[in-house]
């Protein structure tokens, strides 16, 4: 899929706030080798960076428009072009850090335990993934996707994985580290803009959908899907969008 990371970061301070939750429980004072999988545009990267100055820090990301504008904004970090599935550190890390990014991958029960296997000694595995499979954000784009014109197009399309529940991974991780700390939060994201709902979704998990169509169908999926979103995302008196957003957090240490 091609990002786009301008419309990625049109919401950059709601999708950022996890992403410093997530590294506010990182119990590492000094790590030499810090890894961001999945850093997508490389503004959380670069703040790994600022949190440890002394570590050499690498993104890692499947998609070179999102690297483009990594290596551009954050000249302090190396980036590299790699899959979460196949990715392998020269050396191994102290830190393998992912906010928002493990859940476009499946496999996750053999991921996980690979991703714990690269790690140093004493190394921390930080994750968060959204749980929001379920939640009519996306729920819509594959109901709206099932009926109308595209729906050939559509049938197959490929897209952010549903993640296990919280005690799935907790099974996963739990034998394999020595510290496991999980948490999931439920943000408030109050987005500001007309159809905010929508252009938060266009950033991200409609975007595979966005890309099987043409532009005449694309514009029809979109007013159908911006249609049904505006029953349970409606604009506040205030005119604020408000979209809850639930966040699975796991901190591993082996
Ligand atoms: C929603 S963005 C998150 C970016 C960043 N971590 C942040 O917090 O803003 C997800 C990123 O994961 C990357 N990604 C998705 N699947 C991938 C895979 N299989 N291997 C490597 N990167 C992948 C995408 O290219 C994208 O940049």
Known sequence: MQWDPAQYLRYADE??????DLMARVPLATPARVVDLGCGP???TAILKQRWPEAAV???????????????SVPECRFELGDFGTWMPEIAPDLIYSNAALHWLGGHDTLFPRLLSLLSKGGVLAVQMPGMHAAPLRALQHEVAASGPWAAALADVGFARPILEPGAYWDLLRPRCTALDMWETTYMHALQGDN???QWAIGTSLKPFLDRLTP??????LAAYSKAMAGPYPRRADGSTLLPFRRVFMVATV
Do not use: F, I, W
């Open 58 to 72: 690498t993104g890692v990301d499947s998609s070179p428009e999102m690297l483009g504008k990594a290596a551009a």
């Open 42 to 44: 490389g503004n959380v």
């Open 216 to 221: 005449e169908l694309r514009e029809g999926y």
């Open 196 to 198: 905010a709902a929508v």
């Open 15 to 20: 999708r950022l706030r996890p992403a410093l």
